[in-house]
T-cell receptor
Framework: AQTVTQSQPEMSVQEAETVTLSCTYD???????LFWYKQPPSRQMILVIR??????QNATENRFSVNFQKAAKSFSLKISDSQLGDAAMYFC????????????????FGQGTILTVHP | DAGVTQSPTHLIKTRGQHVTLRCSPI?????VSWYQQVLGQGPQFIFQ???????GRGNFPDRFSARQFPNYSSELNVNALLLGDSALYLC?????????????FGQGTRLTVV
């Protein structure tokens, strides 16, 4: 079974600065997808960025980018020019490409990191 | 277009009761998944339904069941509620079941069991 670990329960950053959230995962699969989701106090999970494991190039979405290290099974999220609206709980998630049986469609989430942005 | 809608938003039940949570996916989405998020933890996968059939099931007891209707809306049922069932229940919809397809989440139902 796959596991996702986020070792930073809380992080803080000054507005306009850069912060990196860590995520490691454990899997025996070679093909999979990784995601970062944001959950603000409104509770709705919002997709921030996603990465296909077969792609060596790190994904970027505006101020958000990832550092994907497949051999190390590491998938960190970098937020540049942090804004007050970035404050939220961030979850790293894993999904199998070829999931079958009872794991079909399953997203496996980490424990989350609470990000605070100081003005 | 409306996003994923869940009802009710909050619910208080007594131990031993039964509860039904409802989810309406984004129009055109045929896949619905359910997750349980206990306070301070990440969501845990409960079920996935696609085209009205169960396609995935997480490690939850048989007290948890779900179904998907012809209009692709879904219900999650929990019988014989326990205090430990208190959590935020999230519904996610996606166009298809492809692993790369974005899952869109609703705002969840906060269930409190007393």
């Amino acid at each position: 079974a796959q596991t996702v670990t986020q070792s930073q329960p809380e992080m803080s950053v000054q507005e306009a600065e850069t912060v990196t959230l860590s995520c490691t995962y454990d899997t025996s699969e070679s093909d999979y997808y990784l995601f970062w989701y944001k959950q603000p106090p409104s509770r709705q999970m919002i997709l921030v960025i996603r990465q296909e494991a077969y792609k060596q190039q790190n994904a970027t979405e505006n101020r958000f980018s990832v550092n994907f290290q497949k051999a190390a099974k590491s998938f960190s999220l970098k937020i540049s020019d942090s804004q007050l609206g970035d404050a939220a709980m961030y979850f790293c998630a894993y999904r199998s490409v070829h999931a079958g049986g009872t794991s079909y469609g399953k997203l496996t989430f980490g424990q989350g990191t609470i990000l605070t942005v100081h003005p | 277009d409306a996003g994923v809608t869940q009802s009710p938003t909050h619910l208080i039940k007594t131990r031993g009761q039964h509860v039904t949570l409802r989810c309406s996916p984004i129009s055109g989405h045929k896949s619905v998944s359910w997750y349980q998020q206990v306070l301070g933890q990440g969501p845990q996968f409960i079920f996935q339904y696609y085209e009205k059939e169960e396609r995935g099931r997480g490690n939850f007891p048989d007290r948890f069941s779900a179904r998907q209707f012809p209009n692709y809306s879904s219900e999650l049922n929990v019988n014989a509620l326990l205090l430990g069932d208190s959590a935020l229940y999230l519904c996610a919809s996606s166009l298809v079941t492809d692993s790369y397809t974005e899952a869109f989440f609703g705002q969840g139902t906060r269930l409190t069991v007393v």
